[in-house]
């Protein structure tokens, strides 16, 4: 049975920008068969043409494993890798922009840090929202936290599925039980993990004993 977007949500790997081609599609690989279920391709300085090589191959493997595949900030790789989606933030390409390129069959997910940011996001039309950082994260210089009240108050505001991000580890999901998230977006905590798989594995558990039991 085909998941809904809220549960597709609920274990969000991103990758590591810069990471080699093929130790990236072997963690991708990896997460996927821990239980990372949805995965987000992000690079902030490639080329077009090899952001795209890389979209193409992640894509494919994230088809062969039913999870669907978003990529980061670029319009024209999604469009033309064939992704799932696309993810924003405030400061890229509009959500309207994207619906209008990408069609309405396709994810468009927007990064929000106030409740403002996330009623207009809703109002735009995205399909889902990343929040954060909650926690202090590698994978941005000097990031803007969130805390974990207006994460609360960002869920209850909305009706669209919200993720959090950001630091986000094992040893610190319980602060974000009862928040209203349907799930958790990670970085490091997978892909920079000595054992990808079993990494994703454990966020997994530990994901599903947070928010399902």
Known sequence: MKKTLRESLLLYGITC???????LTRQVEEA???????IQLREKTLDRAEYLRKALA?????????APFIVDDSLEVALESGADGLHVG????????????????KIVGVSAK????????????ADYLGVGAIYPTQTKENPIMTSVERLKSICAAVRLPVVAIGGIKKDRLAPL??????????????????DVRLAASELRAATEALLLS
């Open 17 to 23: 920008a810069g990471t080699e081609l093929t130790t």
């Open 32 to 38: 996927l068969i821990g239980g990372a279920t949805m």
């Open 58 to 66: 992640v894509g494919a493997i994230c088809r062969r494993y039913g």
């Open 114 to 125: 106030t409740v403002d940011q996330a009623l207009a996001a809703q109002e735009s039309g």
């Open 90 to 105: 405030q400061d890229d390409v509009s959500v309207s922009e994207a619906r209008a390129t990408l069609g309405d069959d």
């Open 177 to 194: 039980r009862d928040s209203g998230i349907c799930g958790v977006a990670v970085v490091t905590g997978i892909f920079s993990a000595p």
